[in-house]
């Protein structure tokens, strides 16, 4: 199975690449009142509203991330934020696009061989709150790497009425 590997701050994670529709340069953001954290907003792509998820509430829902009420795009390119993408992901008739910190190659992994499926709660910062969007742990350039369970992520009803941390 091919993956997409990306990286959220210091961790890295992937999902399956037939899930993954395009990566694309950050996008123009309008918030939603109502929704949770990790919802950013709705962005425009070339005609088709998509809501756009920000992935750090799943890996560290803990901590709190904060939304800037006052910005309207995923994230300005600059020096720091210049490698941020949004990957355009689908599972069955939802689409959506996830906020990633830098998007770094397309690899082969053997699911059979490769991937522990006690998905590694406690190698990343999120530990145990990852379990739920976590499929297992693979060793990806040479670093633990988080396999995204899109099923959990992409939910309808977890969007409207409450956010990771609070799943527990």
């Keep these: 199975m091919e993956v997409v590997l990306f990286t ?38 070339r005609g088709t509203v ?14 709190g991330v904060q939304a800037d009420p006052l910005a309207t795009a995923v994230a300005q390119p600059s020096s720091e ?10 599972v069955g008739e939802i689409t959506a696009g996830l906020r990633v910190d830098a998007v770094l190659d397309v690899v082969e992994v053997d699911f059979d061989r490769d991937v522990r499926t006690d998905r590694g709660k406690g190698e990343f910062r999120g530990g145990e709150s ?9 060793s990806l350039k040479q670093l633990p790497t988080g396999l995204i369970r899109l ?3 992409l939910n ?13």
Excluded: C, K
Excluded at 130 to 138: L, R
């Design 8 to 45: 959220l701050a210091q961790d890295q994670y992937a999902v399956p690449v037939t899930q993954v529709d395009s990566i694309e340069p950050p996008l123009l953001v309008t918030r939603l009142p109502g929704t949770a954290a990790f919802v950013m907003g709705l962005a425009n792509l």
């Design 156 to 168: 309808p009803s977890l969007a409207l009425t409450t956010g990771p941390a609070e799943l527990r």
């Design 81 to 90: 934020t210049a490698e941020v993408r949004v990957l355009v992901v689908h």
């Design 50 to 63: 998509l809501p756009i998820l920000d992935l750090r509430h799943f890996a560290w829902p803990t901590v």
């Design 130 to 138: 990852q379990g739920d969007f976590i499929d297992g742990i693979v």
């Design 151 to 153: 099923e959990s992520i």
